[in-house]
């Protein structure tokens, strides 16, 4: 069992960046592939990106690949979603997400799912 906690969320110019934070519950978070989503108002949830449970391997969306970047400290169970260039389209709430070992595109394949943090974007 895994509790995620997004934070880091807030209001920031275009062109600007955050850095979200996704704690982790757990003594094996280090066993967690873990990814992050983001739902804008009105549109389907859509993957970001998920880094492996060691942290040796990521993958992205085709559509934030470069801007967008993920990693983690399996030592502080906290896995980072650093967001740069930020555009009004990138408003939304984003959710990070866990599953054992291996990263995937599909929000089905994690069971563990944060409460999300709000993310806006002023132009």
């Known amino acids: 069992q895994v509790q995620l906690v997004e934070s880091g969320g807030g209001l920031v110019q275009a062109g600007g960046s955050l850095r979200l934070s996704c704690t982790a519950s757990g003594r094996t978070f280090s066993s967690y592939a873990t990814a992050w989503f983001r739902q804008a108002p009105g549109k389907e949830r859509e993957f970001i990106g998920s880094i492996s449970a060691s942290g040796g391997y990521t993958v992205y969306g085709d559509s934030l690949k470069g801007r967008f970047t993920i990693s983690r400290d399996n030592a502080e169970n906290t896995v980072y979603l650093q967001m740069n260039s930020l555009k009004p389209e990138d408003t939304a709430v984003y959710y990070c997400?866990?599953?054992?070992?291996?990263?995937?595109?599909?929000?089905?394949?994690?069971?563990?799912w944060g409460q999300g943090t709000q993310v806006t974007v002023s132009s």
């Open positions: 997400a866990a599953r054992l070992w291996y990263v995937s595109r599909a929000m089905p394949q994690y069971p563990y």
